[in-house]
C-alpha cells in the first residue's frame, strides 16, 4: 500500500477515536424525570442534534475508509495481476526461444547434409554412362563408329572405292586412319574430337589435291557434307556437355558459398551455448561440418536447456526464474532473433536445388537433340535411335527421381517451418 494512504488512514482513525470519546460524554449527560423549563428544553434538543450530527460523520468516516480499503485490494490485485502477467511473458518468450534454438538444430543439420549432398551429384551413374558412349567416337551405341565411318566415306566417296587399288590409295587410308588416332583429338576440352578430326581431315585432303589430281574437288565436297552429318550430331552432344559442365561449375560454387556462410552462422551459435566449435585444421569444410554434428545434435541441445532451467530454478519455490534467465543470456536472445538468417540460407539452398534441375532438364533436352540430328540425316538406324531415345528418357526419369529422393528437399522445407523466426526476443 502506499505511504500517502497509510497516512490518510492514520488520520482518520485518529479522528474518530476523538469524536467517539467526545460523543461518549455527551451521550452520558442524565435527563430527569421531571419537567424541565423550556431552555433545559432546548438544550437537550441540542445535544440530541449533536449526537445525530456525530452518528452521520463516523457513517461518512467508515464509508471513506471501507472505500480506501476496497481501492488498496483492487489495487493489490492489480499489481500482481501485472507481475503475474511479466512473468508469464518472460516464460512465453524462453519457450519461444528454447523451440526455435532446438529445431535449428536440426536444419542446421539437414542444410549441411544436403548440400554436400547437392555438391556430389556431378555424375547420375548409368545415365552418364549412357551419353558418355554415345558421345565417344568409338563407340557403337548407335550402331556404328564415327572412327570407322570415316574411313567407309573415305574409301566410298574419296577414293570411289578403289582404296586397294595402288600403294598411293593404301597410304591415303592409312595417312587418314593416322589423323582418327592421333592423341591430340583425346585431349580436346573446348571442341568435340569429331570436330578436330574432321577439320583435321578436311585440311590433308586439301593439301594432297593440289598435287594429286585423281583426288577432285567434287568427289571432297561430297565427302565433306557426308562428314558434316557427323560433325552436326557430335558438336550437338558436345555443347550440351560444355553447358552441363559449365552449369555445374557454377552449381557447385554457389553451394561452396553458401557453406561457408552456414558454417559462419552455425559458429555463432554453438559458442552462444558454449559448444566446441568445428575443427577445419587439416580438413575440408564437409569433413569438419559432419564430425561437429556427432556432438551437436537435438538431444545435446536439449539437455543444455535443461541444465539452464535448473541453474535459475528457485530451489525453495521449485520456480524458474524466466526474467533473469533471460536478461543473464543476451546472447541466446541474439541467436533467436537472428535465425531469420538461417531461414534465408535454406532458401538459397532451394533456390540452387532448383537451379541444377533447371539445368539437367536443359541437358537431357540437348541430348535428345543431338539423337534427333542423327535420325533426320540418316546415320544410324532409325528404329534402333528412337529405342535409344526411349532408354534415355527412361533413364533421365530415374536419375531425376533418384536424386530428388536423395536430397529430399520436403525435409528441409519442414524442418525450417518449425521455426519462429519472425517472433524477436528483446
Known sequence: MPKSLYANLWWLILLIIHISAYAQDTASVVI?????????????????????????ILQ??????????????????????????????????????????????????????????????????????????INNPESKELGFSFNERVIE????????????????????????????????????????????????????????????????????????????????????????????????NFNRDQLNSLHE???NHLLFTASAMKFNLPDRKNKSLAEAMNQFFLTFTRERVEQYFNQLEKQYTNPKTGKIDYERLLRENGNLKEVNNQLEDLVLLTKRFENIYNEYFTLLDNYYAQVNNALQIAAD????????????????????????????ASINIDELKNSTDNIKYRFKIY
Open 32 to 56: 430527569p424525570d421531571t419537567l424541565t423549563p423550556v431552555t433545559d428544553t432546548v438544550s437537550m434538543g441540542l445535544e440530541h442534534m449533536r449526537i445525530q450530527t456525530t452518528d452521520s
Open 60 to 133: 461518512s468516516l467508515y464509508q471513506q475508509i471501507k472505500k480506501l480499503s476496497e481501492s488498496d485490494r483492487q489495487n493489490a490485485i492489480a499489481i500482481q495481476g501485472l507481475l503475474q502477467g511479466r512473468e508469464v511473458d518472460n516464460m512465453t518468450k524462453y519457450q519461444l526461444m528454447k523451440n526455435n534454438i532446438i529445431n535449428a538444430t536440426q536444419t542446421y543439420y539437414l542444410l549441411n547434409k544436403k548440400i554436400i549432398d547437392l555438391k556430389s551429384r556431378a555424375s547420375t551413374n548409368n545415365l552418364d554412362v549412357f551419353i558418355a558412349s
Open 153 to 248: 566415306l573415305v574409301k566410298k566417296i574419296v577414293l570411289e572405292g578403289k582404296a586397294d587399288a595402288n600403294k598411293r590409295n593404301q597410304k591415303i587410308v592409312e595417312s587418314t586412319n593416322s589423323i582418327i588416332n592421333s592423341p591430340i583429338f583425346k585431349s580436346f576440352t573446348a571442341l568435340s574430337p569429331p570436330l578436330g578430326i574432321a577439320n583435321a581431315i578436311m585440311t590433308f585432303f586439301q593439301s594432297i589435291s593440289i598435287t594429286d589430281k585423281s583426288i577432285n574437288q567434287k568427289n571432297l565436297k561430297a565427302f565433306e557434307n557426308e562428314l558434316n552429318k557427323y560433325v552436326m550430331f557430335y558438336t550437338s552432344l558436345n555443347e550440351g556437355n560444355q553447358k552441363f559442365k559449365y552449369g555445374l
Open 261 to 263: 556462410d552456414l558454417y
Open 377 to 404: 540425316n540418316g546415320l544410324a538406324d532409325k528404329n534402333l535411335i528412337k529405342q535409344k531415345q526411349q532408354e534415355f528418357a527412361q533413364l533421365e526419369q530415374e536419375a531425376i527421381n533418384d536424386m530428388k
